[in-house]
């Protein structure tokens, strides 16, 4: 592969995400306690993923928007129990500023300064981190996030607008994750080659979707070093 660039995931590829998201919404919901003492009396953070994932066929900006999601069934909530509305900037407010509190893994500090020696960077992501909040934006040419592109992975348009923002062409475009379906296939299907990001060690035999084929299988960053 003649790869002029490398497009990462965010979440479970450069940093663990379920840890990060339990913080968030337990720092969330500490919060709710002493604003809005009613709602948290009346749903635990369980009910109100329930109440999340009940309202993601309302709309279809749902399913790709995970930051209008959680504000608008904070907001519906709020006012449900006698608060106003406009809390639900403040607690969400709360929730990103927990949600950027990343703990990376080792390698990707490092591993994306030496990428960069060689090729120009970017990330896609399906989530909202804020990669300015948490000190990586410098790394990266282009930066699409779903909630604010209008679509999100394995939709081939996120990857194709990133590529046409780093005016390459897909097939000069590695993209990285670890989410066969979103990541992989998704990136193959839009033209791009893919590289699966496996740190857990899955052998290939155990892995869900053994018909999905990256072009790579990689432990870290470092292993992306071996195409330049």
């Known amino acids: 592969m003649k790869i002029k660039a490398v497009l990462l995931d965010l979440d479970d590829t450069l940093w663990p995400v ?16 002493v604003h809005v003492p009613s709602v ?27 930051w209008a999601l959680r504000h608008t069934v904070l907001s519906q909530v709020f006012v449900e129990h006698g608060e ?10 709360v929730f990103a500023h927990a949600r950027n509190q990343v ?42 996030a779903a909630h604010q592109f209008g679509c999100a992975k394995p939709d081939a348009r996120i990857f194709h607008a990133a590529c046409a923002a780093l005016a390459l062409a897909p097939a000069e475009v590695l993209y990285v994750g670890d989410d066969l379906l979103l990541d992989v296939e998704g990136a193959q299907r839009a033209g791009l080659p893919a590289a699966w990001m496996n740190r857990s060690g899955i052998v290939s035999q155990e892995r869900a979707h053994p018909q999905i084929r990256p072009e790579l299988e990689c432990r870290d960053l470092y292993d992306l070093l071996q195409l330049f």
């Open 18 to 33: 379920r840890p990060l998201l339990l913080h968030a919404e337990a720092a969330l919901y500490e919060w709710m306690q």
């Open 103 to 144: 703990s990376l893994y080792a390698d990707v500090e490092p591993g994306l300064t030496q990428l960069a020696r060689h090729v120009q960077l970017g990330t896609i992501s399906n989530g909202f981190a804020d990669l300015r909040a948490i000190g990586l934006a410098r790394h990266f040419q282009v930066s699409l």
């Open 40 to 66: 948290a009396a009346a749903y635990s953070i369980e009910a109100l993923r329930a109440r999340r994932q009940g309202l993601i066929a309302s709309d279809p900006r749902f399913r790709y928007d995970l």
């Open 84 to 93: 106003v509305a406009a809390k639900a900037d403040s607690a969400m407010a």
